[in-house]
Each structure stands twice: as C-alpha cells, then as structure tokens.
C-alpha cells in the first residue's frame, strides 16, 4: 500500500537543481543522476517518497549514496545501479532487508542515488537526510553525530567489485577505509550503510529535505520564468543572507585524496565593489572570509548561485569571470549542537575558530531540535 | 580426532628458519610471529599440522595470511588476532564455518599466521601453501592461478576494523581493493580468503612445504651446531645453485604503493672476485643479473644466506657490506606452468625476458605436475 507521493519528471527537474544548491558547491552535479533516474520513470520505475513521520518503528532503513570525488563524476559515468549493488551486499552482510531508503546527503548527486536505487529495488525513499546539505565526508551525517553504529556498511562500482565494511573501530575509520576504496574504485561508488530502525531515523534524520529541494528547484525554475531575482527566492525560502556578489577573479583548485581542495577569490560587484573575499573548499564551500573577517563557516550553508540566472555554481565549474551570488544559510539545528560541532564545525576541518552562526531569516526558524539533542 | 601432527617449540624455531629462507628476502621476518606462536604454546593452545592427504573432499579450507610491506611488519606490532579476526569476517560472509587453515605463502612470516590463527579457533592447518615461497600480491598463490575464486576475502587490523571484499571483478581486483584497504589499515592487515573444498586444496596447493620449512631450518641450526656449511646443507634440501656470493656494495630501496622496491649491488668474493651482480627487489629478490646476462628470475627462488651463519637476509635488514652467498633454487612445477607463469613469471612483473628455469639438482626432482595442470 503505497504511503507517500509518488514522483513526477518535473519533480525530478525540481529536485536536481534544488540538490544542487544546497550542494553548497560540492555533492557532485545531479545532472547525470536526473537523466537516469528520469530515464527510470519512462520506463515504469516508480519513486515513492515518504515522510518521516509514515515510518514505522519497525522500518529497516538503509542511508545510501555516492561516494568519491566531485570532479570524478562528470567524467567517470555510473552504471547506475552502484548504490543498489551496495545495498544488497550490505543486507547480505546484516541479514536485514530494506523496507526503504534514505539520502546520506541531500545536496548534489545524493539527492538522486537514493531514489534511483529504490526504483531498482521497489522501495520507498524517506523524505529527510543526514546532511541537509552536503560534506565531503561519511561520519559528517546527523545519524552517525547522534549515535547510529555506519557498520556493516558496503561500497560497489560499475566493474562488479563490491567491498562490506564489516566493523570499523569508529566513524573516522569508517570513513578512511570507505574513501580507500572509493578512490581504487576509480574515485566513484555507491555506498550504503548505517541499517537504521524507523525510529532512530525519525530521531537523527534532518526531516524534509527532499521536498525542501523540491521547492528550492520549484522557487528557481519560478523565478525564471517570471522574470523575478532568484537569488532573493532562494534567499527567502532558506532565510538566509546575501553576504556578497562578485565576480570570480582566481580559483586554485586540486585533487588530492579523494577530495577536491582550494580556494577561489571574488572581487565585489555592486554595493559591494571595491571589496574582495575568499572561499576555501573541500568539495563543498567550507569558510567565506573578507580578509580576516569571517563571513560564514561550516556547518552553515556557503552557497554560489550564478547572479543572472540563480544556476548553483560547483566547485567543479566554477572559473574565473563567473558573476556570482554569496549566500550564507543558517544550517538545521541538528548541525549546530555542541555534539554536532565536534564533527562538521570548523575545527572537524582544521581550522581554529570558533562556529559563529548565521541569523535565521525565516519567518518560523526552526531551532526546536537543539535542546533535546544537547540534552543527551 | 587428531589427524596430523602437533607442533613442539623447537618445532616453531625452526619453522619460522626455513620460511624466513623461503621467502627469497620478502614475506615479512617470522621472528615476532614465532615469538607469538611461541606464547601461545605455552599458554596451552596446540598448533596441529595435517598433510593433504587427510582432507576430505567435505573439508573447508582458507588460505590466511598478513599483507602489507615488510618494512612496516618490524615496527608496527601486530596485535595477534588480525588473521583470526578476518577469518571470522570472511567465515559470516560465507556462511562456509572453516575446518582447516592453510598459509597463502610459506616464505616469510605467513608461514606461521595460519598457525596463530588456527591455535586460536582449534582448527588444523595444511602441510602446505599457495607460492612454496613468497610472493608479493595476493593473486599470485596457486590457489588463484588454478582457478579457486578469492572472494569472499576479508581483512582485520589490530584496531578492530575488518574490510569483506565480497566480490571483485577478477583476481587483479582483490589484489588492488586488498592492497588498499591494507595500506590504510597502517600497511599491516589479516586476510583471509578463498573458501576452498578440501579437493579444491589437493589439487591446487604446494604441498608439504611447512614440513620443508621446519626440514630447512632444522638443517641450517644443525648444520651451525655441527660447524658445517649451512650454505650447502639449504642448497642440498632445495635441489638449488650457488648462483653468487660476494659482499653487499650498494643498496637502494623505497617503500612505494605499500611495496618494497629497489635493487642491490653485490661485489663478488673468492671464486666470483672480479664480477659484480644486480638483484631487482619487489617485496621478494625477483631477478639476479650479471651485466646483461640473468642468473635466475621469478618464479624461481632467489635466496640470499649470510655467508657464514646462513642466515637468510631479508629485504628490510639488508644493507651495504653484508657478506652473502646468492642461491637459485627452481620454483615448485604448479608455479612453472604456462597458467602460473603469466601470474608470477617475469612478464608478470613487467620484465620483456622469458623464464629460463634453473635446474633441479635434487636427487629426486619433482615434475610430475606440470603436465597435469598444462593440459587442463
């Protein structure tokens, strides 16, 4: 009996490109996972999405997604069924079968992994994630931050080798261990981990996040059409805060481990002419800095949009002359608790700082989550 | 009830003697290995030996071993249990439990893992192995070579992680993921691999060789007892050729992609003054080269004995004015085959010359399977 709404090729649109904003410039292009998971529904695939509050305690559900480096992506084609092959080593390994799936990080290309592997498998998909946005690594999830064991976890590539990491002695070494066989995989895999009950999902899991990238796609494509700013839709859907506009003078960018690092420069347009600032990156935009200030940090939301047209730019196309929107975007409460911090604040990314968060500039802020979480 | 026999110290001694001759200067020093199996016996645990003969077709075998580089063996103390550990992964990957163990190489320290992780399950370990010497990638046992599939394999650290690799594309694959996955493990890791039938073990093992590992060390300490020359006594047992012996002028190694790699210059003493030899190392002695001229190549044994003590001198102690005698011992004919060639004879190590074996001095050289296995 189906519990959630099923997905349309115009959601899909909708989701890529809202994935692909709050990617916060990294989480891979979801361009290739739109085409296959739209190629999926011409051929009478369904993607039903469900929100966290239809899951039953009883549920078993599997975090699933890609795993490597951005850049990677665009060249290296998935077959498409990486994350399904990962799944079922993973319930081999566990003895627990999938009665759904969910998104390891809603930004970029995991937006899409999810549901393409549950169309293979005739799963649903829960509406939520563990990043509410994207990070470059496996432990940064709010399932994991809140206690989910990631093991057995499984990772599989387009040749037919399929790796389980049965126990790991923690999420560092989780993430270690899967990032060395991603890259000897050809730096691209799916993966799938952490078999979580329904109610653990509905405790750790940053809820509605696929329909949040939805409306995100939906505000933009809006937009557009009509003539209107997009950044200022995206800026009001997020309450977020436009911390500088600019064009890209400088990008200095390598790939070293798995992992896409560097830092692009930005000199201001308009209001803020005259001005420059600095973006670090670890496949997603880490710090926003104008000189020694900081203008925003991780765990909250850095986001590029093309100034003209609110087009997300990735770490991986960004290049010198692009004309580019700054947006910092408080993240969810989740990401901010003092447990949170210690894996996805600034000091988790070696930097000596202390997070300062960004103002909510929504209408209804949802900080509701903190308390309880910090109260553990 | 005991099929086989039950290992004394003395036993183990000399064991850990032989396999360190075996292992052409790689495979890792059994010493700290000894010293554990040592412990073990004295803390009660019993180390059973059966020949193959004892399998029964119904029996389930997997070959256990440690990978990494040898360099790293010596400072990085394993915790003992790594190869246990990763039998118990690979075992609740297959469902298959294990009856019996058997090393993946003789040479070097995987002569005595089996051992080790045997007397902890109380399981028997097989008179035999799958190189008769060392080798350095997994792929290259006569196990692998004949046919027997790798995976499920498992790896274990002294951590607590362990990696199932529960399907690769083909042989090659498991070298790679399994390198990897060792390499981030610290360069040390259990392994276990290749649930084999007890037939499957019959036909494709090199058989006898822990019992000629503990034969050559027992006539190596024999030999220094009874002041003789230790040299001859190893080249008597193994049918092989003083291919050299000079002192050690020029050694240079470097720990590359979790291998040992270099070369080493020796000056020739007595009856070789004048000439000069040049050994290419990877992990294991691979080929020996008098100016153009190749003394012996992969896969037979290139064996270097300290010229007085004869004992074996591995790649990691190695170093300029070691006085040496350089031994070429032919390979086992299941390594000698065209199928076994194109996995360990010289092209396999990216050499251009073809493998010329040397000759079987023994008195009864053992042949009879190549034709056998070639016609398969």
Chains 1, 2 share one sequence.
């Not at 990491?165 to 952490?194: F, I, N, P, Y």
């Not at 010198?320 to 990314?349: C, D, I, M, Y």
Request: net charge negative; hydrophobic share 45%.
């Amino acid at each position: 009996m189906p519990r959630g709404r099923f997905l349309t090729e115009a959601d899909l649109e909708a989701i890529a490109l809202g994935a692909a904003i709050l990617g916060t410039g990294g989480g891979g292009n979801p361009y290739l996972g739109k085409l296959r998971a739209r190629e999926l529904l011409r051929q009478g695939k369904v993607m039903e999405v469900i929100s966290m509050d239809d899951l039953q305690d009883s549920d078993t559900v599997y975090e699933v997604g890609g795993i490597g480096a951005p850049m990677v992506g665009i060249e290296k084609f998935e077959k498409g069924d990486e994350c399904l092959m990962a799944l079922r080593a993973v319930e081999r390994q566990s003895g627990r079968p999938a009665t759904a799936l969910i998104s390891s990080e809603i930004g970029g290309s995991n937006a899409l992994e999810p549901l393409i592997a549950a169309a293979y498998a005739g799963l649903p998909v829960v509406d939520g994630d563990g990043m509410g946005r994207a990070f470059p690594e496996v432990q940064m999830t709010t399932f994991m931050i809140y206690g989910v064991e990631g093991t057995p976890a499984a990772l599989a590539d387009e040749k037919g080798n399929s790796v389980v990491l049965s126990a790991t002695q923690d999420a560092l070494w989780l993430e270690r261990l899967a990032r060395s066989v991603a890259v000897e995989m050809g730096a691209a895999a799916g993966m799938a981990l952490a078999a979580m009950s329904g109610a653990q999902v509905r405790e750790t899991a940053i809820p509605g996040t696929l329909t949040l990238a939805q409306q995100l796609g939906e505000a933009v494509l809006s937009a557009r059409a009509q003539r209107l700013n997009p950044v200022q839709q995206v800026l009001d859907l997020l309450g977020g805060t436009l911390l500088f506009q600019g064009k890209v003078t400088d990008v200095d960018r390598r790939l070293t481990g798995g992992f896409v690092r560097g830092q692009v420069q930005i000199s201001g347009l308009d209001e803020f002419r005259n001005e420059q600032v600095q973006i670090d990156l670890q496949n997603e935009n880490l710090v926003v800095r104008r000189g020694q200030e900081i203008l925003a940090s991780v765990p909250d939301l850095i986001i590029l949009l093309d100034l003209e047209s609110g087009e997300p730019i990735t770490t991986e196309v960004l290049r010198f002359g692009f004309r580019v929107a700054v947006l910092g975007v408080p993240a969810h409460p989740k990401l901010k608790t003092e447990q949170a911090l210690k894996v996805v604040g600034p000091r988790a990314f070696g930097y000596d700082h202390p997070f300062v968060p960004l103002p909510d500039h929504r209408a209804v802020p949802n900080e509701e989550a903190v308390h309880v979480l910090d109260s553990r």
